[in-house]
């Protein structure tokens, strides 16, 4: 399995590495210690779920997710870091200050410190809105797969 995330909408996602780990929906959702009906929901859209939730998602089905320009010179792979620390990395990367990342990002200063201390969740739409602005992309693919 091979993914480039930013071609999809959230709630595809999940389902996508759902139906790769050919599981339905209970059992997808005992693995991830969810009920069906919230899995359901993911998938539906009716529910939103922040990275950190993605990362554990990928660390229990042996994915791993890659954050990556599309000149190989940025390439980091997230699920060997904390979910808050995966925007820090981005926006010193771009070479942003928090005040330039907040605005971009749509936020207040304050609020973009709060993700980058893990203060604060912010939801796999806004990291797919955030890395399409800066042209990267978010790579979603087996660990013991090379491609």
Do not use: P, W
């Not at 998938?43 to 554990?56: I, S, T």
């Amino acid at each position: 399995m091979k993914l480039n995330a930013n071609d999809y909408e959230a709630s595809e996602v999940i389902r996508f590495i759902r139906e790769n780990a050919g599981l339905i929906q209970e059992e997808f959702g005992h693995k991830i210690d969810r009920k069906r009906r919230s899995v359901q929901c993911y998938e539906y859209g009716e529910l939103n779920f922040d990275f950190k939730f993605l990362l554990e998602i990928a660390q229990t089905f042996g994915l791993k997710i890659i954050i990556k320009d599309k000149y190989n010179k940025f390439n980091i792979v997230a699920t060997n870091y904390q979910a808050n620390e995966i925007l820090k990395i981005i926006r010193e990367y771009t070479k942003l200050s928090i005040k330039e990342f907040a605005k971009l990002i749509n936020r207040s200063r304050s609020a973009a410190q709060n993700y980058e201390y893990g203060y604060r969740n912010y939801d796999f739409k806004q990291l797919q809105s955030i890395t399409k602005k800066l042209n990267l992309d978010i790579i979603i693919e087996d660990k013991n797969k090379g491609y």
